[in-house]
């Protein structure tokens, strides 16, 4: 009897731990497979008029984000307030894949500030539109990978140019950021708990066209 009961409770531990080690923010299993438009789970932005060209798709035996873009930006964000603490998962994992770049797309300037595949970490602050903190991870068309340079469209955003051009399109890639130190390069402090995480594709300041992937998003201890 000690040994059925036992067992139970080593499961018990092991959620608690697993928990602990990584916090899922989307791996797209909840939303039926060839939905369309904004996931269950997440919102849509506020400006612009967004197509959201989504779908979740199957990818050898994996759900994923597919996303489209034609000569416009479409942004979902999910509220992950008090779901993440940095202290314990500072590692932000994430796969993509870029299927086509957006023709002269330049994180560094506001007439061509377009890329095929976005992620963003976010810390509102009131008033959100001016003093908010955001971070985008973004595969970019021609800035080179590794720079961190602000928005020049939105003086909220930093970006870091994870990926660039097209030595790795039509390819999956697996990412890895530990955001505490990224937020730490650029504020030169310690951030506080994020409150969203955003997706996004955006074509339209380069009137062209982008298309990528998205897989699992998660938080992960180092």
Known sequence: MTRLLALPAALALAAVAWAADVVVVEDWTQPKL????????????????????????????????????????????????????????????????????????????????????????????????????IIGYVWDTTAPAGLVAPSEKTGTVTYIIVRSGTADLGRWVTERRNVVEDFKKIYGEAPDHPGAVSIAIDSNDTNSLAESFMGPIVFKRQ
């Not at 942004?75 to 998962?89: E, F, H």
């Not at 957006?102 to 560094?108: A, E, L, V």
């Not at 602050?125 to 001016?130: I, K, L």
């Open 34 to 133: 060839g939905a369309r438009g904004i996931p269950a789970g997440w919102q849509g932005q506020s400006w612009g008029s967004p197509k959201y060209d989504l779908t979740v798709v199957d990818n050898a035996g994996h759900r994923v984000l597919h996303l489209r873009s034609e000569n416009e930006g479409s942004t979902i964000s999910r509220d992950i307030k008090g779901k993440v603490d940095l202290k314990q998962t500072p590692i932000l994992e994430w796969s993509w894949k870029a299927v086509v770049l957006p023709r002269g797309g330049d994180s560094r300037r506001k007439a061509t500030d377009d890329q095929a595949a976005q992620i963003y970490v976010s810390w509102p602050r009131f008033p959100e539109s001016v003093r908010s903190r």
